[in-house]
């Protein structure tokens, strides 16, 4: 199993910029990507962005050119949004994808509040 634990959200005007963290814990060693997806009111969960352990990256239409997710080890990813528009608010989850064998695992953060707002 992994934990995730998301830091860093909170409320920004728009065309400001925000960064947030997730930390993993746990069999660590098993993840094969990690990414953010979020969720606003009465919407269903979409995906942001996405990184494999091979750095390859993947990034939603609405963000791309905006919004940069990185991954400094096995266990850290963060997500820097830029140009933030108030179609951005949401709660941004953490995901983990593990493999396991005959399976692939879904772990996710409890996530964290974006709003974007003057």
């Known amino acids: 199993q992994v934990q995730l634990v998301e830091s860093g959200g909170g409320l920004v005007q728009p065309g400001g910029s925000l960064r947030l963290s997730c930390a993993a814990s746990?069999?660590?060693?098993?993840?094969?990507?990690m990414g953010w997806y979020r969720q606003a009111p009465g919407k269903q969960r979409e995906l942001v962005a996405t990184?494999?352990?091979?750095?390859?990256t993947n990034y939603a239409d609405s963000v791309k050119g905006r919004f940069t997710i990185s991954r400094d080890n096995a266990k850290n990813t963060a997500l820097q949004m830029n140009s933030l528009k108030p179609e951005d608010t949401a709660v941004y989850y953490c995901?983990?994808?593990?493999?396991?064998?005959?399976?692939?695992?879904?772990?996710w953060g409890q996530g964290t509040q974006v709003t974007v707002s003057s």
């Open positions: 746990g069999n660590i060693f098993r993840i094969y990507a």
């Open positions: 990184i494999t352990s091979g750095d390859i």
């Open positions: 995901n983990a994808k593990l493999l396991v064998p005959g399976k692939i695992e879904d772990y």
